[in-house]
Nanobody, 121 residues
Framework: QVQLVESGGGLVQAGGSLRLSCVASGGTSTISDMGWFRQAPGKHREFVAAIRRSGGSSDYADAVKGRFSISRDNTKNTVYLRMNSLKPEDTALYYC??????????????WGRGTQVTVSA
């Protein structure tokens, strides 16, 4: 059983930056892709970014391309999401997830509990 714990969320002004972190524990040798999803109030949870186990390939939602960057450190079982040029529409609860390469399509094995990101105008 894999546990995921996110951190790094908070309140930031539009145009600002944040870095989210997610640490995995328990059964980490089974982890393949890692990624981030988000859910805004009244909306469905949506894919944000994912990265392969090797770290050599990543995918992004169109809404965050060029502003967000995902990375991982397998020695620390940690995935990061650097978020720049934040917009009010980025406000959401951000979830860490692990799964197969189809993670981008929502095929998730494990979810974290989420970290809140709020961007003020």
């Amino acid at each position: 059983q894999v546990q995921l714990v996110e951190s790094g969320g908070g309140l930031v002004q539009a145009g600002g930056s944040l870095r989210l972190s997610c640490v995995a524990s328990g059964g980490t040798s089974t982890i393949s892709d890692m990624g981030w999803f988000r859910q805004a109030p009244g909306k469905h949870r949506e894919f944000v970014a994912a990265i392969r186990r090797s770290g050599g390939s990543s995918d992004y939602a169109d809404a965050v391309k060029g502003r967000f960057s995902i990375s991982r450190d397998n020695t620390k079982n940690t995935v990061y999401l650097r978020m720049n040029s934040l917009k009010p529409e980025d406000t959401a609860l951000y979830y860490c997830a692990t799964g197969p390469p189809s993670l981008t399509a929502g095929m998730v094995d494990y979810w974290g509990r989420g970290t809140q990101v709020t961007v003020s105008a």
